[in-house]
């Protein structure tokens, strides 16, 4: 099949990447001139494990390209993606401007019949205004062409999300219409070998079938957050309750672990987005709104537990932050704990010397040359000249650590760990001052 994705972001980037590495032919309109001129070089503007080779495999074979130019990607594809940016509004509901705009862009320049596939996430009855917006750009130039619009919510993980789309656990699509199954089933088909995986239902479901998908996982891990910061009260340990509620084949051991909470381009402006969309209704979303004041709280707690281990004063501090991405595997900064950690050091005078095997570009991007904020290559080289050590994401080589090592470069003996990474006791043993999780000792 000719295939259309408009953006070329994580989620438009391997989506048609994916569906070029099956045999369709894709073409990938972006509105951003660097990046698809970075993509027709070979260069791949994000990191995501294994699509780089396969963006460059595909582009060699022909079957993938990329391109600015808006006309031809609606001329393109008998099936038109649109996987564009939803961010949040100022009210907290997703804007749905980029995904309008190229709704607009496509009833311009419409021809002859093609399916709107909308991939980005979007309220319920977003698949309706699509359709509308198609509808009077074509009635402003007098055309009458027949189209169809769905939704296909996406629910890849980044750091995952080639696996994710491969062999996803489920394709969820949004239509009413027998033509639009049988295009859906054909796109899919090749990666819909092992069983059918396809849900088909009607759009406005499709459509709340992902915010109710991410309100959960977030709900999950807030709720766990929550059990955290009692255990911490308690003088519990959260690792012991985790494991034993896990044990429960009813809650299960899967997105269960505490931490500093969650962040990245979905969860948190997903579930804003929803409780939104349910004050919209004349609902209150309680849950919702809980699940978004922990994970606020939670993102906070880094910085608490650092201040109150320097009473309160960490002006002229200067601070180690191993893992600055969102989670392990991505170089993604959106609303990552380490953010909000890292501003309110340099709000309280002290200093960040940031390692991230990943992230070290976009944290340079984020924030500049600021006299305050050195990224280093080498996660012991941030340790130099620090007085603390905060963990915000636990990419895999934080797992094993010596922690003699990290006590001798430190010139107070403090680790804030965000994530859980070690025992207590092997590291309290090594006489460094160990503020974990849930894991018993508050400062
Ligand atoms: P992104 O910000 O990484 O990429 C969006 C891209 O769209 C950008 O490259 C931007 O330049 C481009 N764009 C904007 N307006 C355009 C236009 N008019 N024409 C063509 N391109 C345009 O976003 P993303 O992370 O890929 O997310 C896209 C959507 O998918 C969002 O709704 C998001 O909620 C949803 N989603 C994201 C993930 C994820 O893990 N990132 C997972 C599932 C769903």
């Known amino acids: 099949m000719r295939i259309t994705i408009f953006g070329t972001g994580y989620v438009g980037l391997v989506t048609g990447t994916c569906l070029a590495d099956a045999g369709h032919d894709v073409l990938c309109v972006d509105v951003d001139p660097a990046k698809v001129e970075a993509l027709n070089q070979g260069q791949v503007p994000i990191y995501e494990p294994g699509l780089a080779p396969m963006v460059a495999r595909n582009r060699q074979e022909g079957r993938l390209s990329f391109t600015t130019d808006a006309e031809a990607g609606v001329a393109f594809g008998s099936l038109q993606f649109i996987a564009v940016g939803t961010p949040p509004d100022e009210d907290g ?4 401007r980029y995904v309008l705009a190229v709704a607009a862009t496509i009833g311009r320049h419409l021809d002859d019949y093609k399916l709107v596939i909308n991939k980005s996430t979007v309220p319920v009855g977003t698949v309706d205004k699509v359709r509308a917006a198609i509808a009077a750009e074509l009635q402003q130039r007098g055309r009458d062409i027949e189209f169809d619009v769905c939704s296909n919510p996406e629910f890849l993980k980044e750091g995952a999300a080639i696996e994710d789309f491969t062999r996803g656990a489920r394709i969820v699509v949004g239509t009413e219409s027998g033509r639009v ?3 859906m089933r054909e796109c ?8 059918d995986k396809l849900i088909f239902m009607d759009p406005r479901s499709a459509e709340l079938t ?3 998908a991410n309100a959960m996982l977030a709900t999950k891990i807030s709720f766990m957050n929550e059990m955290a910061n009692l255990a911490e009260r308690l003088d519990a340990d959260i690792e012991h309750v985790r494991l034993g509620i896990g044990s429960d084949p009813r809650i299960g051991y899967h997105f269960i672990y505490p931490g500093c909470g969650y962040g990245g381009s979905c969860f948190p402006k997903d579930v804003q987005a929803l409780a939104r969309t349910a004050r919209d209704v004349g609902y209150d979303a309680h849950i919702l709104t809980a699940v978004d004041a922990v994970n606020q709280r939670q993102k906070a707690s880094l910085y608490d537990k650092l201040a109150a281990a320097f009473d309160g ?4 501090r200067t601070v180690a932050v191993w893992g600055l991405a969102f989670k392990p595997n991505t170089d993604d900064m959106r609303e990552a704990p380490s953010r909000v950690l890292m501003e309110a050091v340099w709000a309280a005078g002290g200093k960040i010397r940031a390692y991230d095997p990943e992230a070290s570009r976009e944290c340079r991007r984020l924030y500049g040359d600021r006299p305050d904020l050195e990224v280093v290559a080498h996660r012991h080289e941030a340790l130099e000249g620090a007085d603390a050590l905060v963990i915000c994401t636990e990419w895999k080589e934080f797992r094993v650590a010596d922690f003699a090592t990290i006590k001798s470069a430190l010139t107070t003996p403090v680790i804030v760990d965000g994530r859980n990474l070690y025992e207590p006791e092997a ?11 849930g894991r018993g000792n508050r400062v």
Do not use: Q, T
Request: overall charge positive; hydrophobic content about 40%; glycine content about 10%.
């Open 313 to 316: 004063d960490l002006a002229g």
């Open 210 to 212: 992902k915010y109710a």
């Open 93 to 96: 509901s997703a804007d749905l």
């Open 181 to 183: 199954r049988e295009l």
């Open 427 to 437: 590291v309290r043993k090594a006489g460094l001052l160990y503020f974990a999780v």
């Open 188 to 195: 899919y088909g090749p990666y819909n070998w092992n069983h």
